[in-house]
């Protein structure tokens, strides 16, 4: 695994890996995929990572890729991180996400334009290179003129 | 006031001042049969409720379970939220106080700003909230954090309180809230107190 490197030399702290939330890191690490899951009895979409349905109980779930969109439902802009690894990228924007796919998450949003965040801005997974700087599903805002 | 407003941001539009402290702590209270305490020494629970996880899967979440059983839990008691002496809320940050009051009838949903402007809250005004200071004066003593309302409450109601005493105070409510995670406040609870 690369070690994720922010400015100010302090590496990221890691997401606790578990037998639930394997298969939803790896797809982020390998592939800069974001996964969430579904359930095969009642159709709910559902993050984060569960050994059962949270609305039927049923244990018939499976992992479904989104497309990386989602809108903002609320957000805020942290300015005192409570880990030396984030003081350097202040303000760090944190965000409520409504996927596409329909479940919601919470997760970090970047780039320069990230403080022009409103509830309803639109987001997508940074992409490319990008994707290796950071351990968890992060976000950056679609730039209005060019969507 | 200004040290207030001018304190460095935490997490927007929270300021140091709105961000409870982690501090060390514990608290208890003796529970058992009224007449083995002395007169105008024995509190009662008049009433009392708890309610986990609503609203279910709402990752904002601008409510609490406390409208679920506010009725029932005025009505068991006998008395509504103006027969109240002094608000004891759970207050790890000031938006919580806002939400038990509108959620617990004190007034309607959105228009706790105007219940807040109306009155003085301190001990000795028209409606004393966290009489005691609250965890944001405090800190939170962990899991202990909660029971401080009902210690804090039973001690106004004894008239123990001291320098900070609310005047004739017969009767309180105190409410908590806890095990936030990933959106969800997982409890709630209410409950209604009076000296015997
Ligand atoms: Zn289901």
């Known amino acids: 695994m690369t070690k994720e490197k922010p400015s100010n030399g302090h590496a990221y702290p890691k997401p606790k890996e578990t037998s639930l939330n394997r298969t939803f890191l790896e797809a982020w690490h390998k592939e800069g995929k974001l996964l969430v899951q579904s359930c095969k009895n009642c159709n709910h979409v559902f993050f984060y990572p569960r050994p059962f349905c949270p609305k039927c109980f049923s244990i018939d779930i499976r992992w479904l890729p989104t497309n990386g969109h989602g809108k903002v439902l609320s957000f805020t802009l942290i300015h005192r991180p409570n880990h030396p690894a984030f003081f350097a990228e202040v303000p760090i924007v944190l965000a409520e996400i409504a996927l596409d796919e329909g479940a919601s998450l919470l997760s970090r949003v970047v780039g320069e334009n990230r403080t022009q965040i409103r509830p309803n801005s639109t987001l997508t997974l940074v992409s490319g290179d990008m994707k290796k700087n950071y351990p968890l599903p992060t976000f950056k805002l679609v730039c209005q003129s060019y969507s | ?196």
């Open chain 2, 1 to 196: 006031m200004e040290q207030y407003l001018n304190a460095r941001l935490i997490a927007e539009p929270l300021r140091l001042f709105d961000c409870v402290m982690a501090c060390s702590g514990a608290d208890a209270v003796i529970i058992g049969p009224t007449d083995r305490v002395q007169k105008g020494k024995a509190v009662q629970v008049l009433s009392g409720f708890e309610h986990h996880n609503h609203p279910p899967g709402e990752i904002i979440p601008l409510e609490g379970a406390w409208k679920l059983y506010k009725d029932r839990l005025w009505d068991l008691a006998g008395f509504g939220p103006m027969d109240m002496n002094f608000v004891n809320a759970y207050d790890d940050y000031p938006i919580m106080v806002a939400i038990q009051l509108e959620d617990l009838g004190f007034c309607a949903k959105g228009e706790v700003g105007r219940l807040l402007d109306e009155h003085s809250l301190a001990y000795n005004g028209s409606f004393p909230i966290n009489t005691g200071g609250g965890q944001l004066s405090v800190g939170q003593a962990g899991m202990a954090g909660g029971l401080m309302l009902i210690t804090e409450a039973v001690c106004q109601l004894r008239q123990e309180a001291g320098d900070r005493q609310v005047k004739n105070a017969l009767r309180a409510l105190a409410s908590g809230y806890g095990m936030v995670g990933y959106g969800h406040g997982l409890s709630t609870s209410a409950a209604i107190l009076a000296v015997n």
